[in-house]
């Protein structure tokens, strides 16, 4: 079965950097886009980003164009979400996702905290 599991997550001062991964397993990974989400206390889950198969294309919301970086190893299964320049309003549970047959598999989720 499709399973998908963030790490990384951390406390990190304004300013500061962190990476996530998103290890997939359960689907042919290299055939599926995935993307980044991300929910914060009390807001609605919003996209952060997304990435092609091949990794040949990505987007991203405004609000983090220019210091969020989305990539992936299709030989490792694994996506990963590069962060810089963080900001307080990017505290939150990050989540990764895809869609593979018609349904949408989510992970648990891994928690960034931005503060000093």
């Known amino acids: 079965q499709v399973q998908l599991a963030e790490s990384g997550g951390d406390l990190v001062q304004p300013g500061g950097s962190l990476r996530l991964s998103c290890a997939a397993s359960g689907f042919t990974f290299g055939n599926y886009p995935m993307s980044w989400f991300r929910q914060a206390p009390g807001k609605e889950r919003e996209l952060v980003g997304a990435i092609a198969d091949n990794g040949g294309g990505t987007n991203y919301d405004d609000s983090v164009k220019g210091r969020f970086i989305i990539s992936r190893d299709n030989v490792k299964n694994t996506m990963y979400l590069q962060m810089n320049s963080l900001k307080p309003e990017d505290t939150a549970v990050y989540y990764c996702?895809?869609?593979?047959?018609?349904?949408?598999?989510w992970g648990q989720g891994t928690q960034v905290t931005v503060s000093s």
């Open positions: 996702t895809v869609r593979v047959e018609n349904r949408r598999f």
